[in-house]
């Protein structure tokens, strides 16, 4: 399975495997391409990185779950800040893999970087862990939340059975690793559209929130940031929630190779993205606040819904299914983007040779995608998803910082490499600081879940030397690899 880098490039059946090391020649490379070589083609225009970015980070949170943040911040006030911080704070994650993106023209996101900065054994936990927990159960728990909504119409009377929502939920689980074996065009287009109804699910809940505010029903707002005083460790866990709601604006950097014009429009889509995103959520929330109490909002299961229930009456039928396809946009374009992941580290080395195969005729990473669906369902029918995210969260926090400090770092390792967009050095510092700032803090307040989360992430460095390093592997364990 695992193997050294290849350094050719072989047809085989219906697949052609790509250079390792990271050598593939993109588009506008400048390097020869070798007759009949197959390669991920520059697919992805403005709009359709635009769609990726805002498809991904708008999923079920912001309709179902919003009091994570008021139940740890203890006020209406805080909890609007809360919301702002993290959304200027995401900016400027954002911004920082924007510059990553623009002068390391390689696909693969957070591996590439830390791979780029600090060489195979950390790049290797970080895709061991996302390969074998955190996107199978990722994707399995939004999943979850498609399920759940676009059942609720024919449920409107009784409870949901449980195996009801897991059988529709691994339907739409298979249909989204189809499409994205399929198409690369398809896949961006249904993200567009997806898209849009994101945008236009937020809006209903805006435009009736302002139509509130005009009326004057302010009386949630009066003393904001009095009520029930929320610890300082309960600020991390805010952040968190803040932080995760907002997730998903470095998954354009997992596509660089497939973005056209990546100097120009990586960094456009992803400042666009953030700022219809952290308006929304903030005005969405807003919104909530203009009809649901504090005390409302931390009782309910699904604060869209409830808001919808309030003010639009039999119309709130569409909430549900606005919800729903959110959730299928954002497993849409994070199978899309972590994918590319799989593939390069495969093209590394770090991964077994299969995954950097692309199909002949649909130019798609087919086997990186397919790789997710029997992880995904094995999560999806016998694991505790929930506990399982909280024991990973710090980690996705733990290695985004890694990258950022990377960046800072390569400034000093590397201050001839082309730059053609470039942050102030404040602002990697500052995001960096802050997420590993969260990440220790976590550990503090709850040392059992994070504890848990930070040795599963470092099986990955026996493994790095089990699979990779050692090279003297007894025939039947090599045979046993596949190799």
Partial sequence: MFRKAAVTTVSNGSYVQGQANGRLPSVDSGQPAQ?????????????RGISIIIGTIIGAGIFISPKGI???TGSVGMSLTVWTVCGILSLFGALCYAELGTCIKKSGGHYTYILEAFGPLPAFVRVWVELLIIRPAATAVISLAFGRYILEPFFMQCEIPELAVKLITAVGITLVMVLNSTSVSWSARIQIF?????????LIIIVPGVIQLIKGETQHFKNAFAGNDASVLGLPLAFYSGMYAYSGWFYLNFVTEEVENPEKNIPLAICISMIIVTVGYVLTNVAYFTTISA?????SKAVAVTFAERLMGSFSLAVPVFVALSCFGSMNGGIFAVSRMFFVASREGHLPEILSMIHVRKHTPLPAVIVLHPLTMIMLFNGDLYSLLNFLSFARWLFIGLVVAGLIYLRYKRPDMPRPFKVP??????????CLFMVALSLYSDPVNTGIGFAITLTGVPAYYLFIVWDKKPKWFRKLLGK
């Fill in 295 to 299: 005390g409302e909002l931390l009782l």
């Fill in 194 to 202: 997806l898209t849009f109804c994101k945008l236009v699910a937020i």
């Fill in 35 to 47: 007759e009949g070589k197959v390669v991920l083609k520059k697919k992805v225009t403005l709009l």
């Fill in 425 to 434: 050095l404040f602002i990697p510092a500052l995001f960096s600081f802050t």
């Fill in 70 to 72: 008021l139940k740890n």
